[in-house]
């Protein structure tokens, strides 16, 4: 399937420009997976057109003809591998490189000092079985079950940390305190967030 796509595409399905999609493609051919009669690029492709769209198993099924247990299996081990790779372009950056790639925009009102952009992330889940991991992931703001992480971005745009999940009825708070971010924070640096964004006590203390 993918490879009878073009590159426009490739960029409405899958969220990603044919190059990176090439290129994540090179990279998971170096690690080791589960064997599939599925081609390697329609592995990505599913999982890829998984997280852009928010395809049922069902629908992958009935587009590239696999059973919904194969489109499971598929999905939940590209995304593995996937997490495997991505891990080491998510970097802390230098100061320096902050300071230097700082965009004039944030230079010309006074926003200099910025070191880092705090934003709490919230995505809809399908509403889980349990009724324990329904209380735990259902978020009272937006009226559904949901995970919630925070992304960490430097001035520049460059995503520069990735919390691990929390259930949607954490608190930004909450997921601040005990995701491990202040381990790369110093005193003294300026962090921008959202007007509703609450930061916890004792980071604002450091």
Same mark, same amino acid.
């Given at each position: 399937?993918?490879?009878?796509?073009?590159?426009?595409?490739?960029?409405? !399905?899958?969220?990603?420009?044919?190059?990176?999609?090439?290129?994540?493609?090179?990279?998971?051919?170096?690690?080791?997976?589960?064997?599939?009669?599925?081609?390697?690029?329609?592995?990505?492709?599913?999982?890829?057109?998984?997280?852009?769209? @928010?395809?049922? !198993?069902?629908?992958?099924?009935?587009?590239?003809?696999?059973?919904?247990?194969?489109?499971?299996?598929?999905?939940?081990?590209?995304?593995?591998?996937?997490?495997?790779?991505?891990?080491?372009?998510?970097?802390?950056?230098?100061?320096?490189?902050?300071?230097?790639?700082?965009?004039?925009?944030?230079?010309?009102?006074?926003?200099?000092?910025? %070191?880092?952009?705090?934003?709490?992330?919230?995505?809809?889940?399908?509403?889980?079985?349990?009724?324990?991991?329904?209380?735990?992931?259902?978020?009272?703001?937006?009226?559904?079950?949901?995970?919630?992480?925070?992304?960490?971005?430097?001035?520049?745009?460059?995503?520069?940390?990735?919390? %691990?999940?929390?259930?949607?009825?954490?608190?930004?708070?909450?997921?601040?305190?005990?995701?491990?971010?202040?381990?790369?924070?110093?005193?003294?640096?300026?962090?921008?967030?959202?007007? @509703?964004?609450?930061?916890?006590?004792?980071?604002?203390?450091?």
């Amino acid at each position: 399937m993918a490879s009878q796509m073009t590159c426009q595409d490739i960029a409405f !399905y899958t969220g990603v420009s044919n190059h990176v999609f090439r290129t994540l493609l090179t990279c998971l051919e170096k690690i080791p997976m589960p064997q599939s009669w599925l081609a390697l690029e329609d592995q990505l492709l599913l999982t890829l057109m998984r997280l852009r769209l @928010g395809l049922l !198993y069902r629908d992958l099924s009935f587009r590239f003809r696999i059973s919904v247990s194969s489109v499971c299996k598929i999905f939940n081990s590209t995304l593995e591998c996937l997490k495997e790779i991505m891990k080491y372009y998510v970097i802390w950056l230098p100061k320096a490189r902050i300071e230097s790639s700082m965009p004039y925009s944030f230079i010309e009102n006074g926003y200099e000092n910025t %070191r880092c952009i705090f934003d709490c992330t919230e995505v809809a889940l399908e509403r889980p079985k349990k009724q324990r991991a329904r209380a735990q992931t259902y978020s009272s703001y937006k009226g559904h079950n949901t995970v919630k992480f925070l992304i960490v971005i430097a001035p520049c745009g460059y995503i520069m940390f990735v919390s %691990r999940t929390f259930g949607g009825r954490a608190s930004d708070k909450h997921i601040v305190r005990e995701c491990g971010v202040h381990e790369y924070l110093v005193r003294g640096d300026v962090i921008m967030a959202d007007r @509703g964004f609450t930061l916890d006590p004792y980071l604002e203390a450091q």
